[in-house]
């Protein structure tokens, strides 16, 4: 059995119509919703945005996104967007959002990272069931290029879909080991993101969680990946960063970026969860060391040239 992780996974999304409608027959978003950590400056396109869309914009605060700031921001800009700001504490008590993710000793398998990126996410989650929201779209606060054809696009494919999402492609949306391999001159592929991400969110039918792990919207996304595939509906950029400024980074990335790669793999290449024995982890896991090994080798070879 080949469980070798793959370049990409293509084979595992649909992509739909990338002709926006004149107006989503469903009707359009009920809001847009930003986990933000980054200087509350960044939020102005996206109120920007959220207006022209005639949506509401849902802030979802902390780290570097202080919440007086976002709040002059808001009252500062020449629109009539409807903006809810709500500071995020990094972890919570509260029962319904304490996933089995969050225990320390699953954290300590990621470096003991810090996040609550996937809080920030079902908090939305249940914001929207809450308001009785049909359709939704996650936007992360580094996402630039986005349009209202963009909002549309993906509010039209929310009608027959349960995600319709947008592939960050400039600059690449990958982990430090994926950054690493496209360095290393390897085919490097990326996957739709709950980074530009659109949910459905109508009805009672359970709402598929984003766990405490990097790849968080990976696993959400799972079971749509594994059955019918997941709209692909268009592509936006996001702010260049250094994914080797911190040497933390890819310790803390790499027991999410394993599970999610080994997952993936499993649904392209070799059949359904049955085949996720102990013995196929025991493969996949060697061969994720070899890989990285080898992309190591590669590095060094080409700073020596």
């Not at 293509?10 to 119509?17: E, G, M, N, S, W």
């Not at 009252?75 to 029962?95: C, I």
């Not at 980074?195 to 109508?202: E, H, I, Y």
Request: hydrophobic content about 45%.
């Amino acid at each position: 059995m080949n469980t070798n992780q793959r370049a990409h996974h293509d084979r595992l999304l649909r992509r739909l119509d990338w002709n926006a409608p004149a107006r989503p027959s469903g009707g359009a978003l009920d809001a847009i919703i930003v986990p933000a950590s980054r200087r509350a400056h960044r939020l102005g396109a996206l109120i920007d945005l959220a207006s022209a869309c005639k949506t509401t914009l849902v802030v979802l605060a902390s780290h570097r996104c202080a919440i007086d700031e976002a709040a002059d921001l808001v009252a500062s800009r020449p629109s009539n967007a409807r903006v809810v700001l709500a500071e995020v504490p990094l972890t919570t008590d509260h029962e319904p959002l304490r996933l089995a993710t969050s225990a320390e000793d699953v954290r300590a398998l990621s470096a003991d990272r810090s996040s609550n990126l996937s809080l920030k996410r079902n908090i939305g989650l249940l914001l929207a069931r809450y308001r009785g929201w049909q359709k939704v779209m996650f936007l992360d606060d580094d996402i630039i290029g986005i349009t209202t054809d963009h909002v549309v696009r993906v509010a039209h494919h929310l009608d027959n879909n349960r995600y319709a999402g947008l592939k960050t492609l400039a600059f690449a949306d990958n982990s430090v080991v994926c950054h690493a391999n496209r360095l290393a001159g390897r085919e490097q592929g990326i996957f739709v993101s709950g980074a530009a991400l659109g949910v459905n969110t109508a009805g009672d039918r359970p709402l598929d969680v984003f766990p405490d792990i990097y790849n968080e919207d990976w696993f959400a996304l799972s079971g749509e990946a594994q059955t019918t595939g997941v709209a692909h509906v268009g592509n936006v950029g996001q702010l260049e960063f250094n994914p080797f400024e911190d040497a933390g980074r890819a310790t803390a990335e790499e027991f999410g970026d394993l599970l999610a790669e080994g997952l993936y793999a499993l649904f392209t290449d070799v059949g359904g969860l049955h085949r996720a024995t102990a013995g196929y982890w025991k493969r996949f896991i060697e061969q994720r060391w070899a890989l990285i090994l080898g992309i190591r080798q590669q590095l060094h070879d080409h700073m020596r040239y």
